[in-house]
């Protein structure tokens, strides 16, 4: 999946404009829930989307909905990751 083809897909469903993420590598931070929607789409790197219920390893292209109230935890490869970032109020 391409930029403008993840931006038109997330303004699509009502989320925010994008913005680009960045993860240090082997960054990894406690685990925590938003209160709101969030969608992403790696562009370089590793990340690592650790869950409660075990981890999804996501590389550039792979994209991963993080909905309002789940607990995660963003973890940067060996050689950290880029990303782009969407969310949404979890009311929309």
């Known amino acids: 999946m391409t930029h403008d083809e993840f931006t ?3 303004e699509g469903d009502g989320f925010s404009p994008t913005r680009s ?3 240090e590598p082997d960054q990894r931070p406690p ?3 938003h209160e709101f929607d969030a969608r992403l789409l790696v562009t370089g790197g590793e990340l690592t989307m650790a869950l409660a219920d075990g981890s999804i390893v996501l590389r550039a292209g792979d994209e991963c909905d993080v909905p309002t109230g789940t607990v995660h935890s963003e973890q940067g490869g060996p050689d950290g990751a880029t990303a782009i970032l969407a969310t949404r ?3 929309a």
């Open 31 to 33: 685990m925590h829930a």
């Open 8 to 10: 038109a897909w997330v």
């Open 21 to 23: 993420m960045s993860y």
């Open 89 to 91: 109020d979890a009311t």
